[in-house]
């Protein structure tokens, strides 16, 4: 997490990862960590943000 920080100036999480990879269809294991009610939501990832890690996934592949 520390490399995205230097190398593109903003912090990447976890849950920003999660998300680009279920939107690139990339299936995780099961989360056991789920919201407590049905209706709350997150924050969406940005763009810019979003672009970074598909980049980074396909150097891994």
Same mark, same amino acid.
Request: proline share 2%; hydrophobic share 30%; charged share 35%.
């Given at each position: 997490?520390?490399?995205?920080?230097?190398?593109?100036?903003? %912090?990447?999480? %976890?849950?920003?990862?999660? &998300?680009?990879?279920?939107?690139?269809?990339?299936?995780?294991?099961?989360?056991?960590?789920?919201? &407590? @009610?049905? =209706? @709350?939501? @997150? @924050?969406?990832?940005?763009?810019?943000?979003? =672009?970074?890690?598909?980049?980074?996934?396909?150097?891994?592949?």
């Amino acid at each position: 997490m520390k490399r995205f920080r230097k190398k593109y100036g903003f %912090h990447v999480t %976890h849950l920003n990862i999660a &998300k680009t990879k279920r939107k690139c269809g990339i299936i995780e294991r099961q989360n056991y960590n789920l919201p &407590k @009610s049905e =209706d @709350s939501r @997150s @924050s969406g990832t940005l763009k810019a943000k979003e =672009d970074v890690i598909i980049e980074v996934l396909r150097l891994f592949r």
